[in-house]
Each structure stands twice: as structure tokens, then as C-alpha cells.
């Protein structure tokens, strides 16, 4: 790890947890990306698919497997929520096509609300996240995009969460039964 000017944590690697709030893409020669947890910011030297991609083997699958199954579950096939880790409540959407430079990920289980947002001064601006901490992201989206992600990820969540814990009673009442 270096640390640039302004206590920046510059890092090689970052592996996605449960206090992962979003990847948000920079062009930096140092990094590629600046990762926003709950209590502290890194930077770091790998796209966000490339981080996404790596927590998704982490958890237990590729990213393009858990893409697949997210299409074949739920529909979407756009800008696909990812349960990068269910078994941790890790779910993400990009706000983009993961392949564009500029697609940020959100992490779900910190967002609070979204909001629109218009000033004359940050044309570029459509509105702003505000996570559960109190951190606001401003962002070039819609709220009517991010809603719909919003919306595409809890479904996800629904599909991929609800299973397991079906499995899981199923399995402590079959463990009773003999």
C-alpha cells in the first residue's frame, strides 16, 4: 500500500465486504477505482468488474455464472444486479453497462434513499444517494434509473436469498425427523 498526498490509501488489491458501498470508477494513473466503504475510502489498482469478478469467485461462483442465473431468474438483462455474495447479503448493481468506463457499482444494503437533484451550477448532476451512514454520492443517473435498479436488485435478493433459507428450514426439519 502507498499513500498519496491528502492520506489517500492507495492499494494493489481490495477484496468486497459486507461495509462495501459502492465502486465508482476514476481516470488516475495511480488507480482505477475508488472503493467507498462505511468508515473509510480506498483507491485501488483494478477496475471495478475486475474487483466485482473476484468477490463473485470468492463467493462461490463467476461473475458471468451469477449473471446468468440473475438473467434466467429474474428477466433483466441490462445492467444486471449481481448477488456478488449472498451468503453475506452482497448484492450490487451497476448504474451503467458494467463494460462502460463510467458504470459505478452500489452496493444495496447501504442505500437509504435517493434523491433528484437540479442546480444550474452541476448541470451533469440528476440526483444524489444517500446511504445509510450519511455519506451523499452525487451521480449523473436519474432517479428513475436508479429506482429501477434499486427495484431490479431486490428482486434478485428476493430470488437468491429466499431459496437458502428454504433450503435451510428444509433441512433443519428434515435433521429432526427420523
Known amino acids: 500500500m502507498s499513500v498519496l498526498s491528502k ?4 492499494v494493489d488489491y481490495y477484496e468486497i465486504n459486507p461495509s ?5 470508477s476514476v481516470a488516475n494513473i495511480d488507480y482505477d477505482v475508488n472503493v467507498l466503504e462505511q468508515q473509510q475510502e480506498f483507491f485501488v489498482r483494478k477496475r471495478p468488474i475486475h474487483l ?3 468477490a463473485c469467485l470468492d463467493g462461490g ?21 449481481i448477488p456478488v455474495d449472498p451468503l453475506h447479503h452482497i448484492f450490487a448493481f451497476p448504474t451503467l453497462s458494467p463494460r462502460t468506463y463510467e458504470c459505478k457499482w452500489i452496493f444495496y444494503h447501504h ?14 448532476i ?8 450519511g455519506h451523499q454520492l452525487p451521480m449523473n443517473e436519474t432517479t428513475y434509473i436508479l429506482e429501477k ?13 429466499n431459496p437458502l433459507q428454504e433450503s435451510q428450514l428444509l433441512h433443519k426439519k428434515g435433521a429432526g425427523t427420523s
Open 149 to 161: 435498479q434499486m427495484q431490479r436488485t431486490a428482486m434478485c435478493i428476493l430470488r437468491f436469498t
Open 61 to 81: 461462483s463467476t461473475y458471468e455464472g451469477r449473471r446468468l442465473a440473475v438473467i434466467h431468474q429474474t428477466g433483466s438483462k441490462q445492467k444486471v444486479p
Open 126 to 133: 440528476q440526483s444524489i444517494i444517500t446511504f445509510k451512514n
Open 7 to 10: 492520506n489517500k490509501k492507495v
Open 52 to 54: 466485482i469478478q473476484s
Open 111 to 124: 442505500v437509504h434513499s435517493i434523491q433528484a437533484h437540479r442546480s444550474p451550477e452541476e448541470p451533469s
Open 20 to 24: 462495501t458501498m459502492a465502486l465508482l
